[in-house]
């Protein structure tokens, strides 16, 4: 099968370029962009005792600000995604950051928390435009092994922000109150925008839109049906559930089973988030030699290697403090996975780079809202959920990766 190819866009930015292949101060706006919504989602986290005082509801009430929040990131992305295939990237951008700004204002002064869920809600639809558009911006620039090196460089913020975000919140909680804490998300919104503004320059314009669309009528459609591309999507969406499984259920596993206090609890999930940047980093210097492919499937296999072994442990009965190594081994094995899976997906569908990014989130952030609750179905001293799950999760992106390796090789 013939390699696509694609034109490339004329730019404007900078000549000194990442690793990736991607202008250095482009990387760095576009994981700008990719670090937003974790931190809105996180952030804020540790005020919700305050919030439910303040605004005069409950716990559920207050999760409920959290949920619109991550049900908004999901539809946004299947929103702009599209969007920006039809009108470019630039100005969708634009749009979305000029709306979280807008709806990060409203959720800063909400008097009550209906208006606060519905502005949490906009703010997650606007959020999402930098994350989906980020992916397309860079499969736009880059194929191959040049993206595979973005997207992990990307993915070293993502391993950050989750971390940084919830105990920066904890700091910033009690002299700022949890007005204070969103008035920090404010002021990312407003850089974002002003970063979007001077840094991002339209990498799909109007000439390659229309000689996409004439070069394959309904060749997008068809790129998205691909067994390569359903197959590295599912094994991309399903690894990040493994992560997901693994941080919903850490404050139980580390606090209630391991025994460790707040502050060890802190220092454990903050080893395994480095082991996830660490290994991102070794993946972007590694795919030069090794590919994208095989990156992403010793991770996966690694990465279902240790859930397995941490399932055997709760079965025997080990004492939970073992628990920590397998869960360390299969969080860090992802840093091999996530940047890589997303380029190899990506690089089956150049006719709608926007569109396969936004159903690749959409996937991404479905996964993680499925998974988030059964890891605790049987309470929080009890393991064994949050084991299968991760070992299922593990299991079906281990199968996918490997239907999808048999697909036709792009780019990637």
């Not at 492919?293 to 009965?317: E, K, P």
């Not at 380029?343 to 993680?368: E, K, R």
């Amino acid at each position: 099968m013939t390699t696509p190819t694609r034109t490339t866009p004329a730019r404007t930015a900078p000549t000194r370029t990442a690793p990736g292949g991607v202008p250095t101060s482009l990387l760095l706006v576009l994981a700008l962009l990719a670090a937003v919504a974790p931190f809105a989602t996180d952030l804020y986290l540790p005020a919700f005792p305050q919030m439910t005082t303040d605004l005069g509801t409950d716990a559920t009430g207050v999760q409920l600000t959290l949920t619109a929040f991550l049900v908004g990131v999901a539809a946004g992305q299947l929103l702009f995604g599209p969007l920006s295939d039809r009108l470019g990237r630039k100005a969708p951008l634009v749009a979305g950051a000029a709306l979280f700004v807008a709806s990060s204002i409203v959720v800063v002064v909400a008097p009550n928390a209906a208006v606060l869920t519905v502005a949490r809600a906009v703010q997650g639809i606007s959020g999402a435009a930098g994350m989906v558009l980020g992916r397309a911006i860079i499969s736009d620039l880059a194929t191959g092994q040049a993206a595979a090196r973005a997207f992990s460089l990307m993915m070293i913020v993502g391993g950050v922000a989750p971390v940084v975000a919830p105990l920066a919140g904890g700091f910033l909680t009690g002299p700022l109150g949890w007005r204070g804490v969103l008035g920090v998300v404010l002021a990312l919104a407003v850089l974002m925008l002003v970063a979007v503004l001077a840094v991002v320059r339209e990498t799909l314009p109007a000439g390659r839109r229309a000689a996409l669309a004439a070069e394959r009528p309904g060749g997008a459609r068809r790129e998205m049906r691909s067994r390569g591309y359903i197959g590295f999507t599912a094994a991309f969406a399903f690894a990040f559930a493994i992560m997901m499984a693994y941080i919903s259920a850490s404050p139980f596993v580390y606090q209630d089973m391991m025994g460790l206090t707040e502050t060890q609890y802190g220092l454990a999930f903050g080893l395994n988030a480095l082991a996830l940047v660490v290994t991102s980093a070794l993946s972007a210097r590694m795919v030069g030699r090794f590919g994208p492919r095989a990156l992403a499937g010793a991770g996966i296999a690694t990465s279902f290697a240790a859930s397995v072994a941490l399932l055997v442990l709760v079965a025997c009965g080990v004492p939970a403090g073992w628990f920590a190594v397998p869960l360390f081994v299969a969080v860090g094995s992802l840093g091999f996975v996530l940047g890589n899976a997303t380029a190899l997906a990506l690089g089956y569908v150049p006719h709608a780079a926007g569109s396969a990014s936004a159903v690749l989130g959409a996937a991404q952030f479905g996964l993680a809202a499925a998974v988030s609750p059964i890891v605790g179905i049987a309470g929080e001293d009890n393991a064994l959920p949050l084991a299968l799950t991760m070992v299922g999760a593990g299991l079906v992106a281990l199968l996918a990766f490997g239907a999808a390796r048999r697909a036709p090789h792009t780019a990637a």
